[in-house]
């Protein structure tokens, strides 16, 4: 499924969704029995497709997050987030707006966020992230910083950092 930008800056490169992962996180007990001990080729893949800047997750990041997510409890919990959004999405529907401000960062592909979160608070604010794809905070952190800064002192332009 390729994601038009419906009138948006385009994605830098040609982005194609693809929801294997999320056949494959229904399957009870079957993520735990292959992924347990082998976490790190989950997370290299996942690095290496879903970011824009090359090399922003290094060597030790990266055993890191596969450390972290290499039990049975933990990618039972990260499956687990797959197998809920139905009901977390009828359950959130009876929910009413949201009335403090709410900031919605995107790096590749922003409006992939806009349809599903925008009738969620009324001060919603939609912010992309240049030169960052799945991972904001490793590619581009002093930018989502910056905007983060904004959200919490509610300015809608925070100012830069001096160089």
Known sequence: ????????????????????????????TLPERLLAGRYRTVVDRSVDRLTVTPGAADEQSREICARAHDSVDAI??????YRTPRGDIRVAAGFPPLTVPVLVPGGRCPPLARAPDEH????????????AGHFLSKEQPLLLSRELIGLFTGRTDPPRRPS
């Open 76 to 81: 039972r919990a990260v499956a687990g987030r």
């Open 1 to 28: 499924m390729t994601i038009a930008t419906h009138g948006a800056r385009p994605c830098p490169r040609p982005f194609r969704l693809r929801f294997g992962h999320l056949g494959f996180n229904q399957v009870d």
């Open 120 to 131: 969620r608070a009324a001060g919603i604010r939609f912010a992309g992230i240049p030169g």
